[in-house]
């Protein structure tokens, strides 16, 4: 059940509390009026900070002696954040006619010019009275008081998250943040931009206490799935302002850094919130197959981290900055005319193109490459806007890289106990995932026209249906076509070869011969076998038993070669493979031993992904090869 949005309404109250409470006595940063070597500068008193520091762009102001070069690094009591030190100056700093000397860190930039760290307060005795608003130091005619800096004008600092922060959806979550001042009773916070507008991410603006370089922020995500900060996200800047204005900043403020859109979409949350979230129920579907409560309660956290992807109501987009290069080399620019058209199809074009537009995936270009789109109709009515770059890829120089077949990539998922698919939504311009394509955690998944388990590989049911509703073709082109949807699980039939070979005999055409199509008795007889051994059980290749030594069964005949795969275990005998091939008419002058021995070579050569160099055995009926390998050559 989805959370109410109570936290962010408790957020507010509670910074509207602590607003009310806020006590004009008791400022969060002091600032005092100094005299450095004759010139005038403010200063601000941390005494969280051990040493005193200058910016070098206030130093640049003043009088000084020189600054002997050094290459040091202060940190910060938040433990990350670093000020780069460029040198040491000693400054004499005045109050009242009183001088004292100071030794002073330079750096290249911090959140304010001047700071006078607990090694001046240590110095001077430093008093700081709150009730009257001034700081005094111990002299030689007694103590020296300083009133604080008055008409002070605003000082931002940047707050940024210390640790990567994953929000639950609809939840509000405590961050913990770094700012660059060590200690402040009460500064008023107002969120960056970027966080509302860009990353919808509720943060309402507050007074806050900052302790040890660190401080708390309230962040709210309205979203239904899980959000992620990085480290080091700038989240919001903390501003120190005369305390008179707090009490109109506050809710002001917060009602005015929500954009409009941002308010729209908080105030739909809430109205959703008493619905079922859509991207909730798909990842439910996507694991009700998970009988363990546990297990699958664990594997739900898991995916709502990464809700988002499942989210398909909306375009989501990378930010990245990596750009991709075509390299076409010296070629002159490849331009294509669209293809032609009807007022439809127009219109249908039009409409996808304004909708990935209006979603950034596309813009529009100037450019002097262009290639024709095609548009083809999804199963489910939907469009898939496909781009014709075959002229640009004739011009592309190719990235050598080889591509695994569909043998390698069956055999690589081999004997495994579970297995996820993600298939992507729209793969090409974005990777959201298609939810009801994927599968999660399954003991068995359909993968390339296969169902592969644990223990074996088989063809996949709705093919194997497709291919058995088959009618008897009429033509040669119907013939091609139920050849090659049977060639592509030749694996899973014994002597493929033998039966297939009346079909290739009607198939087989040249050009000026393709007219002389005739279906026969024979082309009957082996379209029917492959349909019943399509549907004779078992129908499946087990996956090799690495601790069992294979079986090579080879044979030969004047039509084609051919052999088994096989290891016999404790279990019983697992059948790895099929193989068969026509012979060709060179090959069907051979002699027998010849046609015997290049069906063990050939076998070998095809199944060496499978055998590799692990022992085996190669049976065959043709007893003159049995003596083969011992005869001198």
Known sequence: MNKPRQPLVKSIAQHNALNQNVKKSNPSLIFINTHINGSRLRAMIDTGATHSFITQGAISTLYHSAIPPCDRIAQLGDGQTTLKIVGEVQLFLQFNKIFTPLNVLVVKTMNTDFILGSDWCTKNAARIDYENNQVSIRSSCGRVFIPYHKSIDCLTLDVKSINVIHIPPRESYSVQAKVELSSADTVYFSPVDSIQSEKSIVISPSLLHINNYTTYLEVYNPHDYSYTLPMNTLLARVTHTPYEMHSCLLFDTFRETLSVSLQHHIFNTIELEQKPSETSNRIDKLITHIKNVQEQQQLRLILQQHMKIFDISKITQANTHIQHTINSGDSLPVSSRPYPRTIEQRRELQDEIQKMTQTNQIRPSNSLWSSPVIIHKKKDGGIRFLVDYRKLNSVTKKDCFPQPTTEDLLHRLGGHRFYTKLNLKSSKANFQVNPVKCSIAVQEIDFLSHTINEQCVKPN???????????????????????????????FIPNF????????????????HRHEFKWGPDQQQSFNEFKRLLTTYPLFLEYPDSSTPFVLTTDASNIGIGGILRQDTPNGTKINYFKSRMLDDTERKYDTIEQEALAIFWCLSELRSYIGDSDFIIETDHKPLENFHKKQI
């Open 497 to 512: 070869a033998r039966i297939a070979a009346p079909l290739h005999k009607v198939t087989n055409k040249t050009k000026h």
């Open 461 to 491: 049911g709705d093919k194997i249906k497709a291919i058995v509703d088959l009618p008897t073709p009429k033509t040669l082109k119907e013939a091609n076509e139920f050849l090659g949807k049977i060639n592509w699980y030749r694996k």
